[in-house]
């Protein structure tokens, strides 16, 4: 083992003035004996003619914290003879003789022939930049993904990198460095810099509450608070207020009592619906909602998308008189994964690959007293998206003002054999009843950005349409509701579309399945709509564009057999914008009066999602210059597009005719 006579009880090895010691550094202990280290273990030097050193740095990676990414500069200087070696991997149980190329625990790149070295085996495959002495050399390091990007710039070269994913890294692991062999000179390593990535997480906690409960609960007036009595039984849950769909979310919950240890915290799909199958059947649990994501209390069995995983956790642990706070981090920079913190111990990543939108949720499902504080709630989203019951919101300048309404479907609209219940929430039809029928919502979309969600509790026979009508709604002389001239339709049946009575070329999901969600966006631009369709999370693009303001929201059925449709989301931002801020409407642009040039090049980014588009809407490339005539609406590169009549707009489902290369005068 190395000399440790001069190591200091903290670990750090012998330095001359401790407290100008940097963050990482050589560490002092564990590493090979003749090593020297210098300027406050800054730098390492392997003396000439040495055979299979190492030198650890003094911090670990840990995939299952946020401290996972290091990013390690070295100034490495060496001579003739020499393989210097940078990597990770566990600790050895000793440093002197080690059979670097044969451990199965280092991962190592021999900066001197450009070769991986990955647990003990020589991968020829894998061609990495070569470092030729007195050359500047970085590895980064992301354990949460395995990517590991190696980058050297030699004297007087351009600067070259190249990535490798690894697979099979351990939990935790060590920066180190070394030598397999040295010349008849020394290898010097002298540490540069290092940047171990943080998230810089906004604190939005007081904005962050409890909303939308469901089932037996209670709330506190704050909104901070959910709690059940011993009297209250079956399946309940409430959400939090954040829509969280990019960047990294990080809340904490304190749970004072979990009486039956029948306790689910987890995400939870959005829009979410807890239909009556949940609330009214005891022998339907919660955890076995198809939407959720979740950790029970009960032993630590963890559900995704209402199946027990083999994989359990450490358990919840409350007992009677204490609280127990849990962390959750949900990281989609990091491929989307979700980290449990108890009582301040990681318990790891529990699941990876998680795509949103999803909601932090808070679930019950035994008739036990239960208490659950919501502490914080921070993010990277500076603007975290919050939401909404069912209720109009207003928008301007971003500050959101809720509006007096109650959106529900509208009675005296009602035509044909159908049934709104109640609460005006939900439309149904029974078995024998049959022929064209619809009722629309009682909002009107004149401007803004609209959306809505419907649960489809039951479509038999796949009969039902989505979308929006004018009104007086035509519906003479036809057999079926879809070909009305009046509406703009999503049928569930194939996913098929039909614009003003004409069936369109294009196709999306088909959403008849019991449970499924269905979100209608949309959005005018002045005089102009378009309507965009998402079925159970999956966006499925814009169904129709050009849609003239006033429209309504309107659920029809075209045939008999049972149906049940219920409204659980709606939501209206009004746009206000400044003078300054106004921008040509893409739409508006023509050829004799547009401008010219890259001014036309930014103009043409726009889209009427009110999204921007920087590349070809076929390939993907970014060397976009055509605009689809005569609508305008969709943008290509040179090489995917055609003007024979069968190529059709993505947008308006218009043939293309021709074409506008908006980089030419």
């Known amino acids: 083992m190395g000399n440790t006579s001069s190591a200091h009880q903290d670990g750090t090895g012998p330095l001359n003035q401790l407290e100008n010691v940097p963050d990482l550094h050589f560490h002092g202990v564990y590493h090979s004996r003749d090593v020297e280290l210098r300027n ?25 914290t946020r401290e996972r990414y290091f990013s390690l500069k070295f100034h490495v200087t060496f001579g003739h003879g ?35 070295i990955i647990r003990g085996v020589r991968d020829e495959t894998i061609k990495l930049p070569k470092c030729k002495g007195g050359c500047i050399v970085q590895c980064a390091i992301d354990m949460g993904s395995g990517e590991v990007d190696f980058t050297v710039k030699n004297p007087g070269e351009i600067q070259k990198m190249e990535s490798v994913t690894l697979s099979g890294i351990p939990d935790e692991v060590w920066p180190l460095v070394g030598v397999l062999t040295t010349g008849n000179t020394l290898v010097s390593f002298d540490l540069q810099s290092f940047d171990q990535r943080k998230e810089e997480l906004h604190d ?16 506190s007036s704050d909104g901070k608070t959910v709690f059940r009595e011993s009297t209250q039984e079956g399946n309940s849950c409430v959400l939090i207020n954040r829509i969280m769909q990019s960047g990294v979310h990080h809340w904490t919950l304190q749970v004072d009592c979990d009486f039956g240890a029948s306790l689910c915290l987890g995400l ?20 076995q909602h198809r939407d959720l994501i979740v950790w029970r209390s009960y032993r630590g069995l963890l559900y995704v998308n209402g199946k027990q995983q083999e994989r359990s956790i450490e358990p919840l642990g409350w007992h009677s008189n204490s609280s127990v706070t849990v962390e959750f981090h949900l990281d989609f920079s990091n491929g ?17 690959g998680i795509s949103g939108p999803v909601r932090p949720i808070v679930a019950f499902y035994a ?15 500076r603007s975290a998206q919050t939401s909404t019951t069912v209720a109009v919101v207003s928008a301007k300048h971003e500050k959101h003002t809720t509006v007096e309404s109650n959106p529900s479907f509208d009675p005296s609209t009602k035509y044909g054999a159908v049934v709104i219940s109640d609460d005006r929430m939900s439309l149904h039809r029974g078995k024998d009843q ?7 919502l009682n909002e009107t979309c004149t401007s803004g950005e609209y959306r809505w969600s419907f649960i489809i509790e039951n479509d038999q026979g796949a009969s039902t349409c989505l979308g929006v009508a004018k009104e007086p709604i035509e519906l003479a002389d036809i057999s079926d509701l879809y070909t009305s001239t009046s509406m703009y339709l999503f049928r569930s049946f194939q996913g098929m579309l039909y614009r003003e009575g004409k069936e369109l070329s294009k196709r999306f999901e088909e959403y008849w399945q019991s449970n499924s969600l269905v979100e209608l966006i949309l959005e005018f631009e002045g005089n102009e709509g378009v309507l965009q369709c998402i079925v159970n999370g999956r966006d499925q693009g814009v169904a129709f564009a050009s849609i003239h303001p006033p429209v309504k929201p309107i659920v029809g059925f075209y045939s ?42 930014t103009i043409a980014k726009k889209s009427h999602a009110n999204q921007y588009y920087e590349h070809c809407m076929v390939c993907g490339a970014f060397d976009v210059n055509v605009i689809s005539l005569p609508c305008k609406h969709a943008i290509f590169c040179p090489e995917h597009i055609s003007v024979d009549g069968t190529q059709t707009c993505f947008i308006c489902d218009q043939p293309i005719t021709g074409v506008w290369n908006i980089l030419s005068d």
């Open 268 to 287: 939870a799909k959005t829009p979410f619906h807890l239909s009556d199958q949940y609330l009214n059947n005891p022998r339907n649990h919660i955890y």
């Open 560 to 601: 008999g057999m049972e149906k049940r449709i219920t409204l659980i989301h709606y939501e209206h931002k009004e746009k206000f914008l400044p003078v300054q801020e106004l921008k040509l409407k893409f739409n508006d642009l023509s050829v004799e009066t547009a401008p010219t040039g890259l001014e036309i090049s």
């Open 40 to 64: 406050f273990n800054q730098e390492a030097v392997i003396p000439p003619f040495s055979k299979l050193k190492v030198v650890y740095l003094n911090k670990k990676l840990s995939r299952a």
């Open 367 to 381: 008739a036990y007293e239960k208490r659950v504080t919501l502490l914080d709630y921070r993010t990277s989203e």
């Open 434 to 440: 049959s022929g064209n029928a619809y009722c629309l």
């Open 336 to 352: 989307g994964t979700l980290e449990i913190i108890r009582k301040g111990e990681s318990l790891g990543v529990v699941l990876r």
């Open 204 to 219: 939005l906690t007081m904005e962050t509450v409890f909303a939308d409960p469901c089932g037996v609960l209670e709330l």
């Open 82 to 116: 020499s393989s210097p070696v940078i990597g990770f991997g566990l600790h050895l149980e000793k440093y002197e003789n080690v059979t670097l190329e044969m451990n199965p625990s280092l991962y190592l790149w021999d900066i001197s022939d450009g070769s991986m």
